[in-house]
């Protein structure tokens, strides 16, 4: 591992990230020891941020050439340069890697962790039939009329936006509406990046 450089009014403490046998070392005031991420193989680097845009280890992999970052901010910023210079096609792959709100991966319970907890708590996990039957009605068509799904940073959304956004949004063209989407999922990285290196701060956009 490398030196780690710390500031100096503050005292390092040991942060378990389970299930990876690293201990990130931050600061009281909660700033990630970045040499510590700086020191990480590639193939730990991807166990670590690999999912960071939900099944997309490839993004991980790709910005680990990067290294050293100056900080979480700058990790975030590689990721989103890298997505931005995709081709259309690309990111609308990202999209299509993302599952359904309240579809068929929360029903068989084969959502990742990160999605799990995301649906959880905007209450897709809690809805009656009649709203799960809406949400499959509004995905589907949704689906239809761009080739992906309906992506929206679950963690900054309770279901009635969920469900306005749905509908409002399926009135875009599809180059604003996969723009739209990719801001999404910009957003669900960001709070997925902190909450692996920073998991006791709160967090807003
Ligand atoms: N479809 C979609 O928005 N999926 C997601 N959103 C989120 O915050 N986590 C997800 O898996």
């Known amino acids: 591992m ?10 390092l403490v040991q942060y378990w990230i389970l299930p990876f046998p690293y201990s990130l070392q931050r600061t009281r005031a909660g700033a990630m020891d970045i040499n510590v991420v700086n020191a990480l193989t590639y193939e730990d680097f991807v166990k670590l941020f690999g999912n960071v845009v939900e099944k997309c280890p490839l993004i991980s992999a790709a910005i680990w050439s990067h290294r050293p970052f100056k900080d979480l901010a700058d990790i975030e910023a590689h990721i ?12 609308e792959g990202i999209l299509r890697c993302h599952p359904d709100l309240a579809g068929r991966d929360l029903q068989s319970g084969t959502l990742t962790r990160e999605s799990q907890e995301e649906q959880s708590q905007a209450g897709m996990t809690t809805l009656d039939s009649a709203e799960v039957l809406q949400m499959y009605r509004l995905n589907s068509e949704y689906k239809e009329r761009f ?10 959304n309770k279901k009635a936006d969920i469900v306005g956004q749905l509908s409002e949004r399926l009135k875009n063209d599809r180059a604003a ?3 739209r989407a990719i801001e999404e999922v910009k957003k669900i990285c960001r709070l997925r990046l902190r909450s692996i290196v920073l998991s006791d701060i709160q967090t807003e956009l």
């Open 177 to 179: 509406e996969r723009e």
């Open 147 to 156: 080739g992906f799904p309906f992506v929206i940073c679950a963690r900054l």
């Open 2 to 11: 490398g030196t780690v450089v710390a500031p100096v009014d503050v005292d």
């Open 80 to 91: 989103t340069e890298f997505i931005l210079s995709l081709p259309d096609s690309g990111k």
